[in-house]
């Protein structure tokens, strides 16, 4: 079993950026496949970012690309999201997520994962 914690949310104006971390304890990082969703109020979660256990293969969520950055540090046991240029309607509940696979090819569906971390705010101010 892995543990995941995020980190890095906050308060922020449009425009602004913020990096979210994802500590992950527990078992061996680089056998996980690692994704971001978020869920605003009254919203369904929904899918973010997706970095492959090799951290060859990304995805993102139209409305992130070209704005929002996965990354992974197997050495840290960390995954990252970079966000730019946020905007008001980023503003959710930021979730990272789990899954032990080698498969490299996108997941885009939180019924893929098998681990969740506690979530992390972010709101951003227009």
């Known amino acids: 079993q892995v543990q995941l914690v995020e980190s890095g949310g906050g308060l922020v104006q449009a425009g602004g950026s913020l990096r979210l971390s994802c500590a992950a304890s527990?078992?061996?990082?680089?056998?996980?496949?690692m994704g971001w969703f978020r869920q605003a109020p009254g919203k369904e979660r929904e899918f973010v970012a997706f970095?492959?256990?090799?951290?060859?293969?990304?995805d993102y969520t139209d409305s992130a690309k070209g704005r929002f950055t996965i990354s992974r540090d197997n050495a840290k046991n960390t995954a990252y999201l970079q966000m730019n240029s946020l905007k008001f309607e980023d503003t959710a509940v930021y979730y990272c997520?789990?899954?032990?696979?080698?498969?490299?090819?996108?997941?885009?569906?939180?019924?893929?994962?098998?681990?969740w971390g506690q979530g992390t705010q972010v709101t951003v101010s227009s």
């Open positions: 970095i492959s256990w090799s951290g060859l293969t990304t």
């Open positions: 997520a789990a899954d032990q696979t080698w498969f490299e090819g996108s997941m885009k569906r939180a019924h893929e994962y098998d681990y």
């Open positions: 527990g078992r061996t990082f680089s056998n996980y496949a």
